[in-house]
């Protein structure tokens, strides 16, 4: 049974997702490059991402977290977990 579940965004709160994204966007290692980019354009960046469907949303039981993840990144946890014997979604 796989411990990492994706959450659809749009079944969170306005408050639980903007939670979510904030936390996400403050993550010590989540660059933008040389120029200072404010914190309300990073959100609305994330935003839109996963409005496209580009960014997924897991939540990881044996963290107690959310995750952000990229369609691509997702793919390859899911093949990574099939090749293991898992059944991460």
Do not use: H
């Not at 994204?21 to 309300?40: A, D, S």
């Amino acid at each position: 049974m796989s411990e990492t579940l994706e959450i659809p965004w749009r079944d969170l709160s306005e408050e639980a997702l903007a939670g979510v994204i904030e936390e996400f966007v403050t993550r010590e290692g989540t660059e933008y490059g040389e120029e200072e980019v404010p914190l309300k354009t990073k959100i609305a960046q994330v935003r839109r991402q996963l409005e496209r469907g580009e960014v997924l949303l897991f939540f990881d039981a044996r963290s107690n977290s959310c995750q952000l993840l990229s369609c691509a990144e997702a793919r390859e946890r899911r093949l990574r977990a099939a090749v293991q014997g898992g059944d991460e979604r």
